[in-house]
Nanobody, 122 residues
Framework: QVQLVESGGGLVQAGGSLRLSCAAS????????MGWFRQAPGKEREFVAA????????LYADSVKGRFTISKDNAKNTVYLQMNSLKPEDTAVYYC???????????????WGQGTQVTVSS
């Protein structure tokens, strides 16, 4: 079983930056990809970015491409989401996820973190 612990959320002004971390423990070798999703109040959970553990292949949502960067540290079993040029519409609870399939949909992930709040003020 893999456990995910997120950190790094907070309040930031528009144009600012935050870095989210997701530390994975347990049977991480069974995980193919890690992803970040977000959910704003009254909206459905949406894909943000994903990365494969071995090859480091990345995927991004169009809304964050060029502003967000997903990366990993295999030695630390940690995935990061560097968020730059933040906008008020980026405000949401951000969730880390692990899965054997990965991809852009939640169906590719079977384990989720508890979520961390990101609030961007205008």
């Amino acid at each position: 079983q893999v456990q995910l612990v997120e950190s790094g959320g907070g309040l930031v002004q528009a144009g600012g930056s935050l870095r989210l971390s997701c530390a994975a423990s347990g049977r991480t070798f069974s995980t193919y990809a890690m992803g970040w999703f977000r959910q704003a109040p009254g909206k459905e959970r949406e894909f943000v970015a994903a990365i494969t553990w071995r090859g480091g292949r990345t995927l991004y949502a169009d809304s964050v491409k060029g502003r967000f960067t997903i990366s990993k540290d295999n030695a630390k079993n940690t995935v990061y989401l560097q968020m730059n040029s933040l906008k008020p519409e980026d405000t949401a609870v951000y969730y880390c996820a692990a899965g054997s399939t990965g991809g852009r949909t939640a169906h590719g992930y079977n384990l989720w973190g508890q979520g961390t709040q990101v609030t961007v003020s205008s």
